[in-house]
């Protein structure tokens, strides 16, 4: 393991100072302004703000997909802003599990084959993907929809494969993109009722961006973020330690990580 791969630090991220600017013909639009933000292991934080206040972007440096301007990002311990592309990459397969507002499903699988796709980036054994595929699905209630296309599932039901999609590597981060957008409420509450539940039964750390208030409500904590830097919400509220006794004890099956 490179130096640049060694683990450091308790929480499961923490920003400091964290700029990102786009170029726009020749202008560079500042669109991260200076972000710190800590969130702990275990937490499930709402992430809200305005239309075009960089949201999707912070949660697209959160998880690795791109790289900031300035500033430190500590994420699982690694100061992803010293990785290599190809040791982000790495990095991404194993500990980030993304779930996009437009479900990104590829349309000719099959949901079992869309949520295989990850594991294809790993050295899993063909039986071994199997197992985790199974698995994911049965953690978002869809086994029996596996042979089916994303076209022959409900808008909540391609969610719920999206989610099983994040969940199949077992990363420990789930960073989920208004993952309710285009869901009624009731599909909706179904979708922030099973992040809870991963949250709870199963440790993972999430980030969720919501526009909905009634959404937030599901995390424990709601960071406002508001022209590139945040306003509300930045520290977690109580240690993680308090809020893990208070949760209900394991009962899903946990997939072994792998690969
Ligand atoms: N790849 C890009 N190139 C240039 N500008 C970009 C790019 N991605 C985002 N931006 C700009 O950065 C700003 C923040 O965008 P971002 O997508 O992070 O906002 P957001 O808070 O997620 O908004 P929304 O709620 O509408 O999804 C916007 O002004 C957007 O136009
Ligand atoms: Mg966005």
Not at 12 to 18: A, E, P, Q, T, Y
Not at 48 to 54: L, Q, R, V, Y
Not at 137 to 159: D, K
Not at 180 to 205: A, C, H, N, P
Request: charged share 20%.
């Amino acid at each position: 393991m490179s130096d640049t791969l060694r683990s450091v630090g308790e929480a499961m991220i923490s920003l400091r100072g964290v700029t990102k600017a786009y170029r726009r013909g020749r202008d560079t639009v500042p669109v991260l302004k200076g972000v710190d933000l800590v969130v702990q292991r275990g937490e499930f934080v709402a992430l809200m703000g305005p239309s075009g206040s960089g949201k999707t972007t912070l949660l697209n440096l959160m998880g690795g997909l791109d790289g900031p301007g300035a500033g430190e990002l500590v994420v699982s311990g690694l100061h992803l802003e010293r990785l290599s592309p190809a040791e982000l990459s790495r990095w991404r397969a194993a500990h980030v599990g993304f779930v996009f507002q437009a479900y990104n499903l590829l349309e000719s699988a099959t949901a079992w084959r869309n949520v295989e796709l990850p594991l294809l980036l790993t050295r899993l054994s063909a039986r071994e993907r199997a197992r985790h595929v199974e698995t994911a699905l049965g953690l978002v209630g869809l086994q029996e929809r596996a042979r089916h296309r994303p076209l022959e599932l409900s808008g909540g039901q391609q969610q719920r494969v999206a989610i099983a999609r994040a969940l199949v590597a077992d990363a420990p981060l789930l960073l989920c993109d208004e993952p309710t957008g285009d869901l009624d409420r009731e599909t909706g509450d179904q979708v922030l009722s099973l992040l809870q539940q991963l949250q709870r039964e199963q440790g993972k750390t999430i980030v969720m961006v919501t526009h909905d208030p009634l959404a937030a409500a599901f995390a424990d904590r709601t960071v406002r973020l508001d022209k590139g830097v945040i306003v509300s919400g930045a520290e977690p509220t109580a240690p993680a330690t308090l809020r893990m006794a208070a949760s209900r004890p394991v009962s899903a099956p946990r997939l072994a990580v792998g690969g």
